[in-house]
Structure formats: C-alpha cells, structure tokens
C-alpha cells in the first residue's frame, strides 16, 4: 500500500502515516471514513485509527492521552490494547474545527490511519468479486479530486497475498477464452492487473488468500 501512503500527503487516500504533534484537525482524519459511510454500503473496506509509538521505542508511554476537542469540550478517545483508536466518525463534528490531540510529541507517539479492503474466501470466485474493491477506490478518489478528477491516479492492479508461503498460482477463464495463468512471487505476492472487461470471468486460486490490497498509479 505505498502508493496510499503517499496519497494521503495529496488529501486523496491513505494508510498508514505518523500524525502531527499535538493538534490534528479531524475533518483531516475523518474525510475517508466519511466518504466510506456514503459510498461503500457493502462494508468492502474497513478504516481503524492506531496509536504507534515513535520510530526507536519499543512501546507507546503509560500515560498517553488521545483526545478530541469539539465546541468547548474535552472528549477521551479510548485506546485499546492493541493501540487501536475508537475515535467515532460523525458528519456533524465536520466544519467545527474540531482537533484530535496527543500529548506526546510525533517522535514519540503518533496516529497511524489504516484502510483496508476484505480479503475473498475460497479458492473460486468471480473476477469482479475478488476486485471488488477497486471500482470503490476508483470512485473514492475522483470524488476526493473534485475537479481535477482528470488528473488523480486510478487503480492499475491488485496485490494478492496467499496465505500459505511458496510460490501459487491464480487461472482466470474468460467466456470464450483460453484459460490464463498468472504466478506468484516465491513468497506468495501476485499483482492481477484491474480490467473491467474481464468481470464474468472465473478465478480460481491455487490457495486462500491471507490479503488483498489496491495497487495505485
């Protein structure tokens, strides 16, 4: 996913980045979990908030403080074990600069926004169920680009990864169309080029898979 790393820097997508010292101004935080709430219906991707220490430390401090500041008022966000934010996403605190604040420094806490797509069961499917993600994405950015549509990145592919180690294969069937192969990385990596044109095809894998994600350009 470092093509959305990089797009968050451009306010189009992302996951992840480390969050500014002290104020984050949360219309920057949630504009995608707020666009995800209008256009994916389907729940095909997840968006989550992580705090994650800074680079050089094992572990985030004790007595880290994330909070939201909206209308005069001081609202704790709990944290999870695992780092995990429930930072709630609601249009109505959109417009009111309302801010998001550490109380540690970026080298030493941050916030790490994640967005992923669900991942397929099984080993058959249909090509437009194992991409289902990158029409949304598509549409996610343009809508983010506004005007300059024209000019945002589109999804070229999609990363496959199987969930057992070694190298794996994926056969797509096209109606009237000779069966082709695509084969993985020793690893179990496969990008599968994104073609609208191939929808009704079969997919059949040679494993499950462990994850999908957008590939950007």
Known sequence: MQRIAALLALSLLATPVLAAWRDIPYDDMARIPLLLQKLDQDGIYRSWLEARPGAGHAGL???????????GRTIPVPRGTDGTLELPWRADWSGKDAKVRLNYPKERAGIVFHLKPRTPPG???????????LPLMERGIREMAGVMSFLAPEPEALALQFAPAGAQTLV????GKAPRTFRSTADGRLEL????DWNAATVVLSAPLKSVDPVID
């Open 193 to 196: 080029p994104w073609d609208p």
């Open 123 to 133: 080993t058959r499917m249909s090509y437009a169920k194992l991409t289902e993600s």
């Open 61 to 71: 401090p004790d007595d880290l403080r994330v909070e939201l500041q909206l209308d």
């Open 172 to 175: 797509l069937t096209r109606p």
